[in-house]
């Protein structure tokens, strides 16, 4: 029977922005990354980030007695910081580990970002959420062991400022189920099949925890609530099961800290009886994305039960009425204590809606950041232990804030909603793939294996110098446009002089894909302070879809035709897909999605007109997140993809034949949504495929795919330069698998990130290893 021992706080947050809000954390390890700076000084403003944060998280309400505040610090990813505990580092870089198996921080950052001829390890999405994570590489024979005891000294960090908080890391179940199988492994093997070998290590920090004084840890189980991981359910559950058996009751209390395992994302479903059954203290449950069991479930007597009733996902106001009555309803089900957090960590968030005095006040009044969040959090509990008339202000203040953002102009706006309404059932196709590849070969008359990028180029800091002056008013609209066209030169002259096939003008002028068009629809606000992280130093400003949209004006036509004029191949319109303007916005939550999808390709689909009409040959509509929104479970998968695929066909169904479309995904498990992205009917697809190794081709050729595909064979979120070796092997892999007729040559992604110190070499070598290949192929090039 499990014994609450130790007292858990009214009120939590399962994490917390880590970056900084002024994006510290990225400024120091990048400065590390460029050495400018020494290991020592990131290390002292990581810990004064974190002193900032426990700070912070204190002034707005969290207790500092009790374990309130989450530990939950990363210099890059959380799940890299699970595997540096357990020594799991892969062979290709074991001469990184210092004696103990642990690593330093240049390490860690080399196995992040990879190192000459070694790549670093794969990255792909965190559940359904824009955060990217590393995927651990497992083995049979990959040796752990308690490595590092960074956990440890954090929480100490936080005792020495007489703060108890709650170390968080990811749970045992997880770490396993999403990492993938160590090249050489047997075809059966799955990494979970090493859940008893994980075990100990956790249980080893647990008595380390327990013995510097945690009282608490959160111990993350997302796995729980997704059929996506790769791990039949069954399997999960039974995994679930030892863990905690191991963990909580075969590890004595006395030993170990109470444990909460935390089930963000989504709804546990068969896996609450496991864990209620189970000698774990607490279980954190998603109310936002998951549900409330309607009865008691066995077991839950004896736990602490915390309701994530405020969205850690999305930055709308609570409707605090409702959630309190969620977790009165928690109350019913007889659990020893009900606790309130935030549905997932806060880091998906920004800061603090009071560091954007530029957004519209009444907007503004809608919001909820993450210290917002917090607020809400400090309110549901004080509602929750002392009765809603100790918060009927605050409950009376929230319901006002919904009613004036649901009657505000531009919400809703007829004239969208009646064009919408009038489409016919065409606008959502196009005509036969053999007349339009016909029609296409004849216009553009591309070689074999035809090389083209994925959009973007560097963001040098002359641009973002000039795009910072402008905003300023230091230069005007004409020199402003003036130096970007300057930019765009340089890149189609680096382009030619590269080779590739068809071209791209580099986007100077967008700060961000989503962004700049959000800055020019109706509908949307931007902010100036926004950040969130997306991978490691990675942050990005997501863009808030506040009402119906429509485009005003042609937003990108304008810099396509002025790159069209300095060459004669072929240049690409480029615009970003509805799904993944969507997926990298903070959207509106008061109609279905798909609704919203519809609305923005209706605009993206004038834009695809007047491009078409201007002379553009190719348009390229970008949905990197189309799986990033696949609903966690597989029963809802279906709906999904079927109003995703529809946005995006109302977007370019209305070209010629002989105007080609292209798209591009990235960082997918792609074989789940094979079947859809046939169903986008792109006469071109380009995918992430650099870092896994080209894994995509299978599925790829199981299914017949019959159109044109772009494989990327060049990583691009890694600084190492790949050989041309390394290419043309990458490449003669794809033309194994794929008739050579449909394949195209492209990096992974976009070049926004990069330093044309890499850029250029690196395309230099994917136009030789094209070259070799076409060679090979006995082809025409021309």
Same mark, same amino acid.
């Given at each position: 029977?499990?014994?609450?021992?130790?007292?858990?706080?009214?009120?939590?947050?399962?994490?917390?922005?880590?970056?900084?809000?002024?994006?510290?954390?990225?400024?120091?390890?990048?400065?590390?990354?460029?050495?400018?700076?020494?290991?020592?000084?990131?290390?002292?403003?990581?810990?004064?980030?974190?002193?900032?944060?426990?700070?912070?998280?204190?002034? !707005?309400?969290?207790?500092?007695?009790?374990?309130?505040?989450? &530990?939950?610090?990363?210099?890059?990813?959380?799940?890299?910081?699970?595997?540096?505990?357990?020594?799991?580092?892969?062979?290709?870089?074991?001469?990184?580990?210092?004696?103990?198996?642990?690593?330093?921080?240049?390490?860690?950052?080399?196995?992040?970002?990879?190192?000459?001829?070694?790549?670093?390890?794969?990255?792909?999405?965190?559940?359904?959420?824009?955060?990217?994570?590393?995927?651990?590489?497992?083995?049979?024979?990959?040796?752990?062991?308690?490595?590092?005891?960074?956990?440890?000294?954090?929480?100490?960090?936080?005792?020495?400022?007489?703060?108890?908080?709650?170390?968080?890391?990811?749970?045992?179940?997880? #770490?396993?189920?999403?990492?993938?199988?160590?090249?050489?492994?047997?075809?059966?093997?799955?990494?979970?099949?090493?859940?008893?070998?994980?075990?100990?290590?956790?249980?080893?920090? !647990?008595?380390?925890?327990?013995?510097?004084?945690?009282?608490?840890?959160?111990?993350?189980?997302?796995?729980?609530?997704?059929?996506?991981?790769?791990?039949?359910?069954?399997?999960?559950?039974?995994?679930?099961?030892?863990?905690?058996?191991?963990?909580?009751?075969?590890?004595?209390?006395?030993?170990?800290?109470?444990?909460?395992?935390?089930?963000?994302?989504?709804?546990?479903?068969?896996?609450?009886?496991?864990?209620?059954?189970?000698?774990?203290?607490?279980?954190?449950?998603?109310?936002?994305?998951? &549900?409330?069991?309607?009865?008691?479930?066995?077991?839950?007597?004896?736990?602490?039960?915390?309701?994530?009733?405020?969205?850690?996902?999305?930055?709308?106001?609570?409707?605090?009425?409702?959630?309190?009555? &969620?977790?009165?309803?928690?109350?019913?089900?007889?659990?020893?204590?009900?606790?309130?957090?935030?549905?997932?960590?806060?880091?998906?968030?920004?800061?603090?809606?009071?560091?954007?005095?530029?957004?519209?006040?009444?907007?503004?009044?809608?919001?909820?950041?993450?210290?917002?969040?917090?607020?809400?959090?400090?309110?549901?509990?004080?509602?929750?232990?002392?009765?809603?008339?100790?918060?009927?202000?605050?409950?009376?203040?929230?319901?006002?804030?919904?009613?004036?953002?649901?009657?505000?102009?531009?919400?809703?706006?007829?004239?969208?909603?009646?064009?919408?309404?009038?489409?016919?059932?065409?606008?959502?196709?196009?005509?036969?793939?053999?007349?339009?590849?016909?029609?296409?070969?004849? @216009?553009?008359?591309?070689?074999?294996?035809?090389?083209?990028?994925?959009?973007?180029?560097?963001?040098?800091?002359?641009?973002?110098?000039?795009?910072?002056?402008?905003?300023?008013?230091?230069?005007?609209?004409?020199?402003?446009?003036?130096?970007?066209?300057?930019?765009?030169?340089?890149?189609?002259?680096?382009?030619?002089?590269?080779?590739?096939?068809?071209?791209?003008?580099?986007?100077?002028?967008?700060?961000?894909?989503?962004?700049?068009?959000?800055?020019?629809?109706?509908?949307?606000?931007?902010?100036?302070?926004?950040?969130?992280?997306?991978?490691?130093?990675?942050?990005?400003?997501?863009?808030?879809?506040?009402?119906?949209?429509?485009?005003?004006?042609?937003?990108?036509?304008?810099?396509?035709?002025?790159?069209?004029?300095?060459?004669?191949?072929?240049?690409?319109?480029?615009?970003?897909?509805?799904?993944?303007?969507?997926?990298?916005? #903070?959207?509106?939550?008061?109609?279905? !999605?798909?609704?919203?999808?519809?609305?923005?390709?209706?605009?993206?689909?004038?834009?695809?007109?007047?491009?078409?009409?201007?002379?553009?040959?190719?348009?390229?509509?970008?949905?990197?997140?189309?799986?990033?929104?696949?609903?966690?479970?597989?029963?809802?998968?279906?709906?999904?993809?079927?109003?995703?695929?529809?946005?995006?066909?109302?977007?370019?169904?209305?070209?010629?034949?002989?105007?080609?479309?292209?798209?591009?995904?990235?960082?997918?498990? #792609?074989?789940?949504?094979?079947?859809?992205?046939?169903?986008?009917?792109?006469?071109?697809?380009?995918?992430?495929?650099?870092?896994?190794?080209?894994?995509?081709?299978?599925?790829?050729?199981?299914?017949?795919?019959?159109?044109?595909?772009?494989?990327?064979?060049?990583?691009?979120? &890694?600084?190492?330069?790949?050989?041309?070796?390394?290419?043309?092997?990458?490449?003669?892999?794809?033309?194994?698998?794929?008739?050579?007729?449909?394949?195209?040559?492209?990096?992974?992604?976009?070049?926004?990130?990069? @330093?044309?110190?890499?850029?250029?070499?690196?395309?230099?070598?994917?136009?030789?290893?094209?070259?070799?290949?076409?060679?090979?192929?006995?082809?025409?090039?021309?």
């Amino acid at each position: 029977m499990t014994d609450l021992t130790h007292p858990f706080p009214s009120g939590t947050v399962l994490g917390y922005p880590r970056i900084g809000p002024r994006r510290e954390l990225k400024k120091a390890v990048e400065a590390f990354w460029a050495g400018r700076s020494t290991a020592e000084e990131v290390e002292a403003t990581a810990a004064e980030l974190r002193r900032r944060t426990r700070a912070r998280l204190a002034e !707005l309400g969290l207790d500092t007695r009790l374990p309130a505040i989450p &530990s939950a610090f990363s210099f890059y990813d959380h799940v890299l910081d699970a595997a540096t505990v357990l020594g799991a580092v892969p062979e290709r870089f074991a001469d990184l580990a210092t004696a103990d198996g642990g690593l330093d921080l240049a390490g860690y950052s080399t196995v992040a970002r990879g190192r000459g001829d070694d790549l670093p390890l794969e990255m792909t999405k965190w559940f359904d959420s824009n955060y990217h994570y590393l995927v651990p590489e497992i083995g049979p024979a990959t040796a752990f062991r308690y490595a590092s005891d960074r956990p440890v000294r954090e929480f100490a960090e936080g005792l020495a400022d007489g703060v108890l908080t709650r170390p968080v890391l990811v749970g045992p179940v997880t #770490f396993l189920a999403l990492a993938k199988a160590a090249e050489g492994s047997p075809a059966d093997f799955l990494p979970i099949d090493r859940l008893a070998d994980v075990l100990p290590v956790y249980a080893e920090l !647990l008595r380390d925890l327990a013995r510097a004084g945690a009282t608490w840890v959160q111990l993350d189980e997302p796995a729980l609530v997704s059929d996506s991981t790769g791990v039949p359910a069954d399997r999960l559950l039974a995994a679930a099961a030892e863990a905690y058996r191991a963990l909580a009751a075969d590890l004595p209390t006395a030993e170990r800290p109470s444990i909460l395992v935390a089930a963000p994302y989504g709804d546990l479903r068969d896996a609450l009886p496991v864990l209620a059954a189970s000698d774990v203290e607490g279980l954190a449950i998603d109310l936002v994305r998951g &549900s409330a069991p309607a009865s008691p479930v066995p077991g839950l007597a004896s736990k602490v039960l915390v309701g994530g009733v405020v969205d850690g996902h999305n930055i709308w106001r609570a409707d605090l009425d409702a959630a309190l009555g &969620s977790l009165e309803h928690l109350e019913s089900l007889g659990a020893a204590q009900v606790a309130v957090s935030s549905s997932t960590s806060l880091f998906h968030l920004p800061h603090d809606v009071e560091d954007e005095p530029e957004l519209d006040p009444t907007l503004r009044s809608w919001l909820a950041f993450a210290d917002q969040k917090i607020g809400e959090v400090v309110t549901l509990a004080t509602g929750l232990t002392e009765g809603r008339e100790a918060v009927h202000a605050e409950l009376l203040a929230a319901a006002d804030a919904r009613r004036s953002r649901a009657e505000a102009p531009g919400v809703v706006r007829p004239d969208v909603r009646e064009r919408l309404a009038a489409l016919p059932e065409g606008a959502f196709h196009r005509g036969d793939f053999a007349e339009r590849r016909a029609a296409q070969t004849s @216009r553009l008359r591309l070689p074999a294996l035809p090389t083209t990028t994925i959009g973007s180029f560097p963001q040098t800091p002359e641009i973002r110098a000039a795009r910072t002056a402008f905003g300023r008013g230091e230069l005007t609209a004409a020199q402003y446009e003036d130096a970007m066209k300057a930019e765009i030169r340089q890149v189609v002259e680096l382009q030619e002089q590269i080779g590739l096939d068809v071209l791209v003008h580099g986007e100077p002028e967008r700060n961000d894909m989503v962004q700049y068009f959000a800055e020019n629809l109706d509908g949307f606000a931007v902010t100036q302070n926004g950040w969130v992280q997306s991978y490691g130093s990675r942050c990005t400003r997501p863009s808030i879809l506040w009402g119906d949209v429509a485009r005003p004006a042609p937003i990108t036509v304008p810099w396509t035709t002025y790159t069209q004029s300095l060459t004669p191949k072929p240049v690409k319109g480029m615009l970003t897909g509805p799904v993944t303007i969507l997926a990298w916005s #903070f959207v509106r939550d008061d109609q279905p !999605l798909g609704d919203t999808a519809n609305q923005v390709a209706l605009a993206l689909r004038d834009e695809v007109a007047d491009l078409e009409a201007a002379g553009t040959a190719i348009v390229q509509v970008d949905e990197p997140a189309l799986r990033e929104l696949l609903p966690l479970r597989a029963e809802d998968h279906a709906a999904y993809l079927e109003w995703s695929v529809r946005s995006f066909r109302l977007a370019t169904s209305g070209v010629r034949p002989d105007t080609q479309i292209h798209t591009h995904l990235c960082y997918s498990e #792609f074989g789940e949504v094979i079947g859809a992205i046939d169903g986008l009917d792109a006469d071109v697809t380009s995918i992430e495929a650099a870092r896994s190794k080209m894994e995509i081709l299978a599925d790829i050729a199981a299914e017949g795919y019959p159109r044109g595909i772009g494989p990327g064979v060049y990583d691009i979120h &890694s600084p190492r330069v790949p050989s041309e070796a390394e290419v043309t092997e990458l490449l003669t892999e794809a033309v194994r698998a794929i008739d050579p007729e449909q394949l195209w040559v492209n990096p992974d992604c976009g070049l926004k990130t990069r @330093r044309y110190a890499e850029v250029t070499p690196s395309l230099e070598h994917v136009l030789a290893a094209t070259r070799t290949v076409r060679a090979s192929l006995a082809v025409p090039t021309a």
